[in-house]
């Protein structure tokens, strides 16, 4: 096995009884104290074709943070680039704030030739991640354009491990460039700015076909933890004769578990979901866009013993809907509520496009001011066309409507917000420090889709 997928799949043995207790051995690769380099390297997704970007420890995704929750965990990171800063945030994590990582909060860049340390309680369980988190603006070789992001997975005190293999899978496109990209469906007005598209795309760092297959047997729940660390598309993925029973969303287990055909996943979400592996064959486990698959986004899942090319089938048609997963709708008090509209400014014809929340892009961005220990909901009213995952940092939040439908339980730390479409979630102020509060697409909030929660 090569070197890059060796450290992308992290494969249990098999059927390890659930009943026993008995810890997965990946468990054994737990460490409290990391050390990640940012390096300039090169990378070979698709057979000859090489691509050259910045990544930690010279591998796509970076190593696998494994650690149990509640326990210190410690991380050098080093800056080995030439005459470029850069931060690491701890994406989905309750940290202090001058361990987040978001230079807007006042944490400090780290200067190439420097090494800073991050240290920290690990909470709250789940599937989290890492990545750069630097202002990119036109430059592509910046931030999350890079390969610069990583798997960072908490363990629960109490792991059911009801699984016989799990796979950190993160979705991923290259090679980006600004192209003028006029939706004809979304009609008037036809001013709108640059927008990114990309060549090539990958599960964990390889095209589909060229990463190792994932291997799986018959009888098999495999678990698959996914992550859409991807700058600024969104993607629907499939596995042909297989459905997907959502565990949790964005690291946190959600309050009715779904079994779907088709994940969603919009840039900074994670999905944990387990397969029954009860279709034996060789298939093609990628996007449903049919474009976005030719380009790389897949992986092929082969059965022992199984032998041909592998096989890719549309899914039925199906639509992503947050409120399954969440339970009915219940009345709660907030101590407040901030309503915010997010719209866009087109850039015209080659110009770049702005973003502004109430009117306004950061930094003039008004704050949300709120006092520790109390409740908060925010109001998401999409007036653009496009979709906006919406992420606030060190903080959990609870989505309470979605697209007009009320529903209650479902915690994540990102959540889209589709084209003129509104969404609502509620927050408690429990750990004080500024946060970040920003659209996870690398060129919104480079544009001004950005503010700060601040307590008073
Ligand atoms: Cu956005």
Same mark, same amino acid.
């Given at each position: 096995m090569d070197r890059l997928s060796r450290g992308a799949f992290l494969t249990a043995a098999a059927?390890?009884?659930? =009943? /026993?207790g008995v810890s997965l051995p990946? =468990? /054994?690769? #737990? #460490?409290s104290h990391y050390a990640l380099t940012m390096n300039l390297t090169t990378s070979e997704? /698709?057979?000859g074709h090489t691509i050259e970007t910045i990544a930690y420890n010279d %591998?796509?995704?970076?190593p696998l943070i494994r650690v149990r929750e509640g326990e210190q965990v410690t991380i050098d990171v080093t800056n080995k680039l030439c005459g470029i800063d850069d931060i690491v945030h701890w994406h989905g994590l309750q940290v202090p704030v001058s361990a987040d990582g978001a230079m807007e909060e006042g944490d400090p860049m780290i200067e190439p030739g420097t090494t800073y340390r991050y240290t920290f309680v690990a +909470?709250? /369980?789940? %599937?989290r991640w890492y990545h750069a988190h630097a202002i990119a603006k036109t430059d592509?070789? @910046?931030? *999350?354009? %890079?390969?610069q992001f990583g798997f960072f997975y908490i363990e629960p +005190?109490? &792991?059911?491990? #009801?699984? &016989?293999k799990e796979a950190f899978i993160a979705l991923r496109q290259w090679e980006p460039s600004w192209v003028i990209l006029?939706? *004809? @469906? #979304?009609?008037?007005? =036809? &001013?709108n700015g640059l927008e990114v598209n990309y060549m090539s795309a990958s599960f964990n760092g390889r095209a589909l076909g060229f990463g190792d297959p994932i291997r799986v047997r018959q009888g098999q729940r495999v678990l698959f933890r996914l992550?859409?660390?991807? =700058?600024t598309m969104d993607a629907s993925i499939a596995l042909p004769a297989h459905r997907f029973t959502v565990l949790a969303l964005d690291g946190n287990p959600v309050p009715v578990p779904q079994t779907v055909d088709v994940l969603y996943l919009a840039p900074g979400e994670r999905i944990d979901a387990v397969v029954e592996m009860n279709a034996p064959g060789v298939w093609v486990f990628g996007a449903t866009q049919n474009a976005m698959r030719t380009m790389g986004m897949g992986a092929v899942v082969e059965y022992a013993g199984a032998r041909g090319d592998p096989v890719w089938q549309a899914p039925p048609p199906s639509q992503w809907d947050y409120t399954i997963f969440a339970r009915p709708p219940v009345t709660r008090d907030v101590d407040g509520i901030f309503p915010l509209t997010f719209d866009k400014i087109p850039g015209g014809r080659g110009g770049y496009n702005r973003w502004t929340i109430n009117g306004k892009s950061w930094p003039d961005t008004d704050h949300l001011v709120v006092q520790r220990g109390k409740r908060y909901r925010i109001v998401l009213n999409n007036q653009s066309g496009d979709m906006h995952p919406i992420h606030l940092h060190r903080h959990t939040f609870e989505v309470t409507n979605w697209t007009g439908k009320a529903m209650s339980g479902l915690m994540k730390d990102v959540v889209a917000v589709p084209g003129r479409k509104t969404a609502e979630i509620e927050f408690v102020a429990d750990n004080p420090g500024t946060s970040l509060f920003h659209c996870h697409m690398q060129d919104h909030q480079d544009f001004g889709f950005m503010t700060l929660v601040t307590y008073t």
């Open positions: 059927a390890v009884p659930i =009943a /026993a990946a =468990a /054994a690769q #737990r #460490r997704i /698709a057979p %591998t796509i995704p970076g +909470k709250p /369980a789940g %599937t592509f070789n @910046r931030s *999350l354009y %890079t390969g +005190k109490n &792991d059911p491990g #009801r699984y &016989d006029q939706d *004809l @469906r #979304r009609g008037p007005p =036809a &001013d992550l859409n660390a991807d =700058a």
